[in-house]
């Protein structure tokens, strides 16, 4: 059974960092690309960046270029969402996805998803 497990969301003050880990399990990690998406309150759900089996990096959503980062750790099935200078518009639910490719997850077109964790940017 394929798992994905999003952890390190909360609360934080804008201008503040956190790193989202997704650690993976059920799947063979290390040849899947790897994506964070998120949805705030009353939207859709949006790409935010990926990384391929090989570790490249799709550029990240115009929205949070400079600020987000997105790195994978093969060895520990996990990959992270560094994200610096938060403000109160990152605020939503991230999501962990694994798909084909950088290409496919761009699209928002993935073969697992996980159940989110919640991040609130507010003074």
């Known amino acids: 059974q394929v798992q994905l497990v999003e952890s390190g969301g909360g609360l934080v003050q804008p201008g503040g960092s956190l790193r989202l880990s997704c650690a993976a399990s059920g799947l063979a990690f290390s040849s899947k690309a790897m994506g964070w998406f998120r949805q705030p309150p009353g939207q859709e759900r949006r790409f935010v960046a990926c990384?391929?089996?090989?570790?490249?990096?799709?550029p990240a959503a115009d929205s949070v270029k400079g600020r987000f980062t997105i790195a994978r750790d093969n060895a520990k099935n996990t990959v992270y969402l560094e994200m610096n200078g938060l403000k109160p518009e990152d605020t939503g639910i991230y999501y962990c996805?694994?798909?084909?490719?950088?290409?496919?997850?761009?699209?928002?077109?993935?073969?697992?998803w996980g159940q989110g964790t919640q991040v609130t940017v507010s003074s």
């Open positions: 990384i391929s089996a090989d570790g490249s990096v799709t």
């Open positions: 996805a694994a798909g084909r490719d950088n290409l496919n997850l761009g699209l928002g077109i993935t073969d697992y």
